[in-house]
């Protein structure tokens, strides 16, 4: 190689640090291959330099001491640590310090992407990204260099993979939501706190940075709604699936004229949808250009191995130099507009799938009709399901399907429906995607 | 834009050429934005200047002089007419005037790729390919770059969207094999000629250019064993579909230990199976990675624009700076050794879809089950189907669905098969991916 070798710093040798700290230690001929210069490890951060690594670390690059990474042999730091306080401190002095950074950490593109990368344009360095939305599957070159020559019009994605994998087991095995997630839990896929998988967070996070290449827009968090799986019922799982349908934790983002919907709520999607076959903890994003039309990319969307294929490639990405370029090109949360703005996803037009529980006597479905006619909202199916075993007797769920309406016109009927008489809990209903 | 604008020459304004020049007349302003610098259309080289072109070109650009490239404002030569004789000549003129080529032809490079990569890397200049292959699919860049951590040890495709939109009809609409090709023709999906795509020379020349990325090697055309589609009977793909099973035309890689087997043939896919779910002219890839796993990437597989998309990101890549960085890095068709070498596909282990016409007389099942048992090749299931309607009497289909053997031995064990007295026709078989 005649080139200098990439120095690599790592903070965090958790999950992710400890996969890049093995490709680095164990495929250097094969990154020095494809990058034309060795990518060579200079040290690794961490909190407790004596816990054992699943990676084979030298003692001696192990530190606790964070300016360690201010090492002139030190090119590139990649904070795989996590959270928002730390990380972005860990960034912020790395850029500082005149190195490039690459980082994992969806939530914090999404709480500090604009002060991150312009303090990286400043000191002109660049941040690389890969590994922060869906894991090993690269949808943001996709999404910032392959589909460069199109304007995005849709997007939607499997984005958080326990959700996913909670799904599928619902679906599949039958299961509760609480037996799904026990067994995501014992298998590794949740965290023992998995509040910001499953409530649609972490899906928000990663949504918001799609939006930020697709339609230039800064999202903040409360202008992604958010609904997760966690009050996901599996009678809804069973009719849907009646009804030729597979519900979906999905991130999505709808664009028209110049205004774009971002959201993050459960979706039925008809069983023969690409997205509806993406089982387990795999992530996929299917992207609609108005040049390319429909495409769909697909992988796992998270674990140790997966997680570092993409850290990696962002790292030989900056040996060969060519991140630099794209980073420079892109100008994200740099505030450039690509002319969107975000609009509530009130206005945005769907099909739902509605759900009540009712007393049955005579005339509720009358009143649950009438409300839908006086908002406009038709219906094109109704299915009375028998009494559900364990509930109040005379307690029988009723699922309706509507044809297409505004969101908030739709919310405004469902809260109509609440008050009606008979009707006896909470309404459940999600956007059909046909 | 402070920067000079990129100069671009299209040789070729047919399917591709057209779709490309919209987007450079229409949508200046957005690539512009995209790529840091204008993209500038100087030339447009076609055969007959008078043709009406689906793009307003100002007629002073086109000319059918092939050295009006020369120009010193075009810096870009987009080689968009298909063939491998002028198309050889046009790169390699293109290159030695100084200027980067953008191809999207896939036959070229599978013929001439060592000759053409070689004379660009004399004069520092690139080769962009990224639509030769699946069409809007970003596969190359996939490949080259974002699993640049990955050694590829599997590659599925469905890489001729004619082919699958074939299949699709016949197993959707239960149509004949002729009868779907005269659709796909109608449709503008199939060529005049569509010997090409339906006998899997296309895919195999798609193929040969991924294996050049994924494994380093040079496949030469007898060495990528090909069926193609245009034997299948439609009781096949009946058949197939009753045991769980979609035919699909795949371009194949497996690697292991050092040796690669390429092939291009029918398969059979659990249902189930993503590429499977691959429907019409749609193209998609899956690419399993010893560090990622497996990961999908579907899109348009041909056509107008999403073609356009892929060649104008390879525009975009130039102004940026990146192509060139990736091109000098990636070395391909250097000889540069990922230390394979290609095997036949004759060691590849499969399970097979074994499909006998036989004359219902007794002994003829013993007599085959004999002679797989004599290849040491165990049988999972055995159907004898009603005889067929339209077909000799006493003529039946005899399905054998096998275990895993090894290719070699099973075609042995299929010649001798076809020797037995009873066995009406020649025996048909595909592979079976489970
Ligand atoms: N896990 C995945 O599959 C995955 C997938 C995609 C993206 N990500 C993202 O990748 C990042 C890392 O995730 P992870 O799963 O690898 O986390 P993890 O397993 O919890 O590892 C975190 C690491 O950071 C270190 N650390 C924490 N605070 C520190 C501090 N103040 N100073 C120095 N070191 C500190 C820890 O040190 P000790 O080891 O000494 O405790 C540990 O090595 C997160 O942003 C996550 O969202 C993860
Ligand atoms: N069509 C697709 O969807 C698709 C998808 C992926 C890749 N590709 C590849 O893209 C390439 C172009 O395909 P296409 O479908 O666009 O072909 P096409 O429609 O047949 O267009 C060919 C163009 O080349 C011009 N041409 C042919 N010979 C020429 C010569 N000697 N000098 C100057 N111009 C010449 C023709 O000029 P006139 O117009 O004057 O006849 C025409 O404009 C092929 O390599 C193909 O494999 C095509």
Request: proline letters at 3%; aromatic letters at 4%.
């Amino acid at each position: 190689m005649s080139s200098e070798p990439l120095g690599v710093a790592l903070v965090g040798c958790g999950t992710v640090g400890t996969g890049v700290a093995k490709l680095l230690l164990e495929k250097g001929d094969r990154l020095a291959q494809r990058a034309g210069r060795s990518l060579v490890l200079r040290k690794v951060v961490v909190r407790d330099p004596a816990k054992v690594r699943g990676a084979d670390v030298p003692r001696e690059l192990v530190t606790t001491d964070l300016a360690a990474v201010h090492d002139p042999a030190v090119h590139v730091v990649a904070e795989l640590i996590g959270g928002t306080t730390t990380a972005r401190k860990v960034v912020l002095d790395a850029l500082a310090a005149g190195k490039h950074v690459v980082t994992a950490n969806k939530a914090l593109l999404a709480e500090h992407g604009p002060e991150l990368f312009e303090a990286a344009r400043k000191v002109e360095r660049t941040i690389c990204f890969e590994a922060a939305v869906a894991g090993g599957v690269p949808i943001i070159r996709a999404l910032a260099e392959s589909l460069a020559a199109n304007q995005v019009t849709a997007l939607q994605g499997i984005l958080n993979g326990t959700s996913n994998f909670i799904l599928t087991s619902m679906a599949e095995q039958g299961t509760s939501y609480a037996a799904a997630l026990a067994e995501a839990q014992r298998l590794g896929y949740a965290e023992a706190d998995p509040t910001l998988d499953v409530d649609g967070s972490d899906a928000a996070h990663k949504l918001a940075v799609l939006a930020q290449i697709a339609f230039g827009v800064t999202a903040k968090p409360h202008e992604i709604e958010k609904i997760g799986i966690d009050t996901i019922d599996a009678m809804d799982i069973r009719f849907a699936d009646e009804l030729g349908y597979t519900i979906k934790l999905l991130a999505e983002a709808w664009a028209d004229n110049g205004r774009v919907a971002l959201h993050v709520a459960p979706v039925l999607l008809r069983h023969t949808d690409m997205l509806a076959q993406v089982r387990g903890a795999f992530n996929a994003v299917q992207v609609v250009g108005d040049v390319v039309g429909e495409t769909l990319y697909q992988g796992p969307g998270a674990g140790m191995m997966p997680t570092a294929s993409s850290v990696v490639a962002d790292l030989i990405d900056l040996a060969v130099g060519r991140a630099q370029r794209t980073f420079a090109a892109a100008k994200l949360w740099s505030g450039q507009s690509r002319g969107f703005v975000i609009e509530p996803s009130e206005t945005v037009r769907s099909r739902f799938y509605l759900r009540l529980l009712v007393l049955d006597r005579p005339g509720v479905l009358a009143d649950v009709c009438r409300i839908l006619a006086d908002h406009a909202i038709s219906i094109s199916s109704v299915i009375q399901h028998e009494a559900l075993e364990g509930r109040a007797e005379q307690t029988v769920p009723l699922v309706i399907m509507t044809h297409y309406s505004e969101t908030g016109k739709f919310r405004a009927a469902v809260g109509a429906i609440g008050k009606v008489a008979n009707v006896a809990a909470p309404a459940v209903f999600y956007s059909v995607d046909d």
